[in-house]
Structure formats: structure tokens, C-alpha cells
């Protein structure tokens, strides 16, 4: 799966500052995506210190701890020896690197590396602050460790993905250096001037007890969506060009007052600013005696506003969790040592899961739209599948069967992940989120909606381009003049498939969005 390659926004080249008070989403995007510099803060150091010299008193008590002169999950009864408890933290980290499968994605890796730093930063799971400062040591030399596609159930957090990560600070496990090529971890390290650390009671549990994998990718998914929601409407808005649709549907008066979900009056205020002064939609604005547009093209904003409005609720939870401390056991202000089930990735789950839901449809509206330009029977005089030469060539036929496959793989995507659970831990851990799951097909469903919108992109300008001497809006044109400036214009068939990651790129990369908004102005 590739990352939205967005333009890196100039803030982001700033360092990114841990407290005790969480983070936010843009400094994870940082983070992950543009390596922006992680620093700790004075307070944070100060109260890592403090709690840390709690938990070292209570073990050198005779009482046992869970966490902390105990095993672990359904071990929790077995007291362990002093002289037994450094091999306890390796045994415990080790043990749990157990994924397997491809690795993830770098910008994943990094994202679960800093929201880990985040809830150690908070001073309420017992770190010690030089194990705390090699974790973010490693992360600002841009050494990665391999984290694998399977592994983690999303219960006692994302153990498998954050133990990969914790096996790196000990000098083991495997890893990439900042030019993404594997190397000895002890080689990475050295040459980057961290010595390993010597995990001491608490800290393999604190490093590996999170809900920061499916965190992270939360957070980068709705960077994402952000955009290709938008990207969604302005493809909906050229289509309606294509296809000699009304620009009537989506004026102000019939969303605001009448239906007035955020999502939906933004969705269509955009359409409409993308169709503002087309010569295209003018020219059959009296006289045409179709009586409505297809739901695809009239109903777009009500689609792609709902989706925005999943986004929103999504948003919601995933600031909650950012501002968490995610740990079992946790230290609470009073010093209490305290089990809890925070580590339960519930939450998150059930909104990658419902975020699936809306890439799915947004994804089938485009690709409706795009068959229905190239079907001469629905297409109001456009050209079979818009070929030149329709029999000689078939034109944009197959661009829509891979439209076709990628929507149907979103439905299967959609399907939710947090609705199933199998027990684990001898049946200690006996329900469990599939939180990190949902996460991995919401990653995929955001590369299939990209690539659908491309595919919209290249059929809605080619039609455009064959209704000349029509013009389209100044946005539309503009779009135009960039699409043809990369592929070229109408014509005999050709190699489509560079032409569609070529599309693919122009909206990653954010220039799709940064053409429309210099004639319309921001639309995000």
C-alpha cells in the first residue's frame, strides 16, 4: 500500500514538542510523514523522573506489583524474584515479537514510535526517562523497525507491531536506516550514537501497551480523506460537465436551510464554485428537457458531505485518544499502581471500521458516473466509451472494469473487522477489538478511493475536452490544461496504465487541489 504523498505544509518542518498533555494529529502527520524532530519537554522530563522513582520504590517492596514484580497476562499471579525481572522485561519483549507477514509502511512505523513516546511522555506508565529519550533518539535518526502486517488483535494494545519497536531499543530485532535499507540493528545504532537499553521492571509492558498502530493509522487515513473527499467533489463537479448535468441542485438555499448536515453544504458549495461561469452548463440551461440528473450526479454532495461528516466523528475520537495515556498498569496522580482495560482498541476500531463505509460508497458514486460517460446511450452525444474511433478503439472501456474491481474490493473492505474477536492469552484476554485490522483495510480503501477518483479524473476531462467548442468553468479548465499538459489530450488509444498512475500522482500529491483552489480559492 502507498501514502498519500501530500505537499509537506511549511509548519511541518518545525520540531515536534512531547508533554505530559498528549498531541495532536498534525504533529503526528509531522512526524510521520515529513520526520519533523521530536523534543521533549521540561515538564515531562521532570514528571517521567518522579513517577519513575515511585515505581522503583515499589519494587523494592516485598509486595507484588502486576506489571512490575509479576508476569504478565494470565501469568499475573507469579511473582517474580529481583534477580529475574531484567530477563522478565527481554523475555516479555521478545516473546511478543512474534508478527509476521510483509512489512508496513514506514510513515505506520513512525506514527506508532511517536504516539508510543506520547503516553511515556505522560507520566503515568513508569518509564525511565533514558529509555524514553532512545526511543525518541531512534526515531529522529530515522531508523525504523520492521513491523509486520499481522500480529496484533487490538486488545492489550498493538503488542506485536510495538514490541518489533521496543526489540530495536534493545539492540535487537531488525530495522531500516533514514535511506530505507535494512541493516544490523547494533550498526544502525551505533552509527547514530544510541547505545541499547537495559530494560528494568515495568518498561517492557509500558513500551508495548497501546492502541498506538491503529492510532496512527487513523490519523493518517483522515489526513487523507480530508483531501480526497474534496478531490471527490471537484471530480463529481467535472462529471457534471462531462455530462451536461445542472449546476442547480447544489446552490446554497437548497442544503443550508433545508437539509443542513456540514458535510453535505460543504460538498455541494464546492461543486458549485468548481462549475461557476461554465459555458458547458450554460449552454443547456433553457430548452433541455430532461427534468433531473442522475442520483450519481445530483445526489454527490449528499454523498461525499456524509462521508465528510464520518470523517468529522472519527476526528472526534481520535483527538480523545491523543490526549490519552495508554498503559496497564497505569501510575495515577495519587501513585497508585492501577489495572485497567484502556488498552482496549474499541474505540478506535469501530471508526476505521465506519470510515470504510463512506470511502466504499463515495468510490461506487465515481465510478457510476464515469460508466454512465461512456455509455452513448446515457452520455448525451459523447462518444462510445469516448474513443476516437469507437470499434477501432475501444477508448476508456477497460479504464472502467479497473474502476469496477477497485470498488468492489472497497465492499469487501467495508466489511467491519470489530465485529469479530477470538479469545487469546488462555482465554484471559477473551474479547478482543481487531482494532489494527480495521486499520490495514481502511489503509487499502484509501489507495482504492485515490485511484477510482483518478480514473473519474481522466474520464471527466476527456469528455469535457470532446464537448469543444463548449468551455468549461475556469476551474475545469484549468484542471484540463494540467491534465493534458501530463498525458495529452483525446485520441487513438494508447498505454493507459501510465496515464492512470499518472492521474493517481496529480491528486496524491495535492496539485489536483492546489489548480482548483488558485481560481476558486481554499477549499479546505
Not at 510483509?102 to 513512525?110: K, L, N, Y
Not at 530495536?168 to 530505507?180: I, N, S, Y
Not at 445542472?246 to 458535510?263: K, S
Not at 485511484?451 to 479548465?477: D, K, N, S, Y
Request: net charge negative.
Amino acid at each position: 500500500m502507498t501514502a498519500t504523498t501530500t505537499a509537506r505544509p511549511a509548519d511541518q518542518a518545525a520540531p515536534v514538542t512531547l508533554s505530559t498533555a498528549g498531541t495532536t494529529a498534525a504533529d503526528v502527520v509531522a512526524v510521520a510523514r515529513f520526520d519533523a524532530h521530536v523534543k521533549l519537554s521540561p515538564e515531562a522530563r521532570a514528571r517521567v523522573r518522579t513517577v519513575r522513582a515511585h515505581i522503583d520504590a515499589l519494587a523494592a517492596s516485598t509486595t507484588p506489583v502486576y506489571g512490575i514484580s509479576t508476569g504478565f497476562g494470565a501469568l499475573a499471579n507469579t511473582p517474580i524474584p529481583p534477580h529475574k525481572r531484567t530477563r522478565l522485561q527481554k523475555s516479555l519483549v521478545r516473546s511478543h515479537a512474534a508478527g509476521t507477514g510483509p512489512a508496513v509502511e514506514r510513515e505506520v512505523v513512525r506514527a506508532l514510535m511517536f504516539l508510543r513516546a506520547k503516553t511515556l511522555a505522560s507520566g503515568r506508565t513508569g518509564i525511565r526517562l533514558e529509555t524514553l529519550q532512545t526511543l525518541i533518539d531512534v526515531l529522529n535518526a530515522g531508523i525504523t523497525p520492521v513491523v509486520h502486517e499481522f500480529g496484533s488483535l487490538g486488545c492489550s494494545g498493538d503488542l506485536a507491531p510495538l514490541a518489533h519497536c521496543a526489540l530495536v531499543l534493545m539492540g535487537e530485532g531488525r530495522a531500516t536506516g533514514p535511506d530505507g535499507v535494512e541493516r544490523p540493528v547494533a550498526e544502525l545504532l551505533a552509527e547514530a550514537g544510541i547505545a541499547p537499553v537495559t530494560l528494568e521492571e515495568k518498561e517492557g509492558l509500558a513500551l508495548i501497551n497501546g492502541t498506538d498502530g491503529m492510532l496512527g493509522q487513523l490519523v493518517l487515513a483522515l489526513a487523507d480523506l480530508t483531501d480526497l473527499f474534496t478531490v471527490a467533489d471537484i471530480t463529481a463537479a467535472l462529471s457534471v460537465e462531462g455530462l451536461l448535468g445542472t449546476d442547480r441542485v447544489f446552490v446554497p438555499e437548497l442544503h443550508e436551510p433545508l437539509r443542513p448536515h456540514p458535510g453535505q453544504v460543504r460538498s455541494a458549495a464546492t461543486m458549485l464554485a468548481v462549475l461557476a461561469d461554465s459555458a458547458i452548463v450554460a449552454s443547456h440551461r433553457y430548452g433541455d428537457d430532461r427534468v433531473q440528473d442522475a442520483y450519481s450526479l445530483r445526489c454527490a454532495p449528499q454523498v461525499a458531505g456524509a462521508a465528510r461528516d464520518t470523517a468529522t466523528h472519527a476526528a472526534q475520537v481520535a483527538e480523545r485518544e491523543l490526549a490519552a495515556a495508554i498503559d496497564n498498569p497505569v501510575v495515577l496522580d495519587d501513585g497508585t499502581i492501577s489495572s485497567n482495560g484502556n488498552f482496549h482498541g474499541a474505540p478506535v476500531a469501530y471508526v476505521l471500521d465506519f470510515l470504510a463505509i463512506p470511502v466504499a460508497d463515495v468510490a461506487s458514486m465515481a465510478e457510476r458516473r464515469t460508466d454512465r460517460m461512456l455509455d452513448p446511450a446515457r452520455s448525451h452525444g459523447l462518444p462510445p466509451f469516448l474513443a476516437e474511433d469507437p470499434g477501432t478503439d475501444s477508448g476508456l472501456m477497460i479504464a472502467q472494469y479497473t474502476q469496477a474491481g477497485l470498488v468492489s474490493d472497497l465492499k469487501r473492505l467495508a466489511v467491519p473487522a470489530s465485529v469479530d474477536s477470538i479469545p487469546s492469552s488462555a482465554m484471559q484476554e477473551d474479547h478482543v477489538s481487531m482494532g489494527w485490522h480495521a486499520a490495514r483495510k481502511l489503509r487499502q480503501g484509501v489507495v482504492n478511493l485515490r485511484r477510482v477518483l483518478a480514473i473519474e479524473l481522466l474520464a471527466a476531462t476527456r469528455a469535457i475536452a470532446l464537448r469543444a467548442p463548449l468551455q468549461p468553468g475556469p476551474a475545469g479548465a484549468a484542471v484540463l490544461a494540467d491534465v493534458t499538459a501530463r498525458i495529452g489530450g483525446p485520441g487513438p488509444d494508447r498505454f493507459l496504465a501510465p496515464d492512470i498512475a499518472d492521474l493517481e500522482e496529480y491528486v496524491a500529491s495535492g496539485a489536483l487541489l492546489r489548480t482548483v483552489e488558485a481560481v476558486v480559492g481554499p477549499l479546505r
